[in-house]
Structure formats: structure tokens, C-alpha cells
T-cell receptor
Framework: DAMVIQNPRYQVTQFGKPVTLSCSQT?????MYWYQQKSSQAPKLLFH???????NEADTPDNFQSRRPNTSFCFLDIRSPGLGDAAMYLC????????????FGQGTRLTVV | AQTVTQSQPEMSVQEAETVTLSCTYD???????LFWYKQPPSRQMILVIR??????QNATENRFSVNFQKAAKSFSLKISDSQLGDAAMYFC?????????????FGDGTTLTVKP
């Protein structure tokens, strides 16, 4: 039944060591989002894909990149994780109809040591 | 740019009682969508209820209802007959009809505790 799946649920990485988080969806949604959420704060949008069109938020650090090889999969790459990048990373999808909600994955909790 | 404000970082309610979570937003748009999401501890965020701005009638989903005041830009969530499973962080979200791909803006959330 899982519709948006994030792997892994927990990720520990070393300071400065590249890490990739993955997200897959079975909803065939056109739009996929990556959010960063720290300590019970509001999710902060990093970027989103509208089909293959990549849209970066203005304040997303260059350290964060994303790939969407097909409709079902999307990846978040953190090139050189710093201690400040430790957070929960949420993947979400939505369809093109604007009154539809976003469907979220369970998130990946990233720890940087 | 739109902003969403949830002025109550934490709320608590006795089981079976009613609680209201507040949300205000700022926008110059006339047409938009509003959502309440629930994020239980260590579980994924899910939709609780949605409201379309052009509809005057307040949305209702079982024990959950909203009080949508468009002129006041207020969108509060009422939870009736609170249950232990309602304990979670609740986020209010605004979705524009004009921005690319309908990105949502979230409030900072309200942590709801339900006391048995």
C-alpha cells in the first residue's frame, strides 16, 4: 500500500562524505518535492520536479542536488554534508490538479558525524 | 510571497474533548487552497482536511472541521471527541493556484498532546 517510499529510513554519514537519499512513488504523479525538516519545524522546500523540469528554491544551498531519472524515482544528493545538514528529509508527490494534497514518504533521518 | 502562521506551538486536550488549532495566512491572491496535515511521531505526514478558497462552506471530515474566514485570512482546525491517536504535530499549509506546480507553504506546526 505504500505510495511514497523513502530509503533508507535512517542514514548516518560522515562530515563531508557524499550521501544520496532515494524516493520512489507508485502514484504516477507528475510532481515530486524534496523538503528538509529540522527539529519539529515546518518542512522547508529544497526543490521540486515538474515532470523532468527541475525547480530549485532560491535559498537552497549548492551542496544539495537532485536527480529524477524517471517518473517513479527521485534522488537527493548532498555533496559535502555538514553538521547543519542533519535533519529529516521528506519526499512528497502531487498530481497536477491543484486541489489535491501532497503525499509524503516517511522521511529519511540524516545524521552527520 | 505567502506566509502561514501557527501561533500555538503546543496544545493539549483531554481525551473526548474538543480542541481548536489556529492558523492565519497572508496572501494577495483570491483563489488558493488550504490544507491541514498531521505528522504523528516517526510516521509520515498525512492530509487531515482541505479547503478551497472559493467555497464558502467549511470543510468537514468526520471529527475534523475547519473554520475558514477568508476576509480575516484565518483557517482553524477543530478536532471533536479527541482520541489518543490524534496526538501529533499539525501543519497548516497554503497552496497557490498560480505558482509553478502548486508549491505549498507550511506553518511552523502545532504539537498536540492528548491526555487520557
Amino acid at each position: 500500500d505504500a505510495m511514497v517510499i523513502q530509503n533508507p529510513r535512517y542514514q548516518v554519514t560522515q562530515f563531508g562524505k557524499p550521501v544520496t537519499l532515494s524516493c520512489s512513488q507508485t502514484l504516477n504523479h507528475n510532481v515530486m518535492y524534496w523538503y528538509q525538516q529540522k527539529s519539529s519545524q515546518a518542512p522547508k522546500l529544497l526543490f521540486h520536479y515538474y515532470d523532468k523540469d527541475f525547480n530549485n528554491e532560491a535559498d537552497t544551498p549548492d551542496n544539495f542536488q537532485s536527480r529524477r531519472p524517471n517518473t517513479s524515482f527521485c534522488f537527493l544528493d548532498i555533496r559535502s554534508p555538514g553538521l547543519g545538514d542533519a535533519a529529516m528529509y521528506l519526499c512528497a508527490t502531487s498530481g497536477l490538479t491543484l486541489n489535491t494534497e501532497a503525499f509524503f514518504g516517511q522521511g529519511t533521518r540524516l545524521t552527520v558525524v | 510571497a505567502q506566509t502561514v502562521t501557527q501561533s500555538q506551538p503546543e496544545m493539549s486536550v483531554q481525551e473526548a474533548e474538543t480542541v481548536t488549532l489556529s492558523c492565519t495566512y497572508d496572501t494577495s491572491e483570491s483563489d488558493y487552497y488550504l490544507f491541514w496535515y498531521k505528522q504523528p511521531p516517526s510516521r509520515q505526514m498525512i492530509l487531515v482536511i482541505r479547503q478551497e478558497a472559493y467555497k464558502q462552506q467549511n470543510a468537514t471530515e468526520n471529527r475534523f472541521s475547519v473554520n475558514f474566514q477568508k476576509a480575516a485570512k484565518s483557517f482553524s482546525l477543530k478536532i471533536s471527541d479527541s482520541q489518543l491517536g490524534d496526538a501529533a504535530m499539525y501543519f497548516c499549509a497554503y497552496r497557490s493556484t498560480f505558482t509553478n506546480a502548486g508549491k505549498s507553504t507550511f506553518g511552523d506546526g502545532t504539537t498536540l498532546t492528548v491526555k487520557p
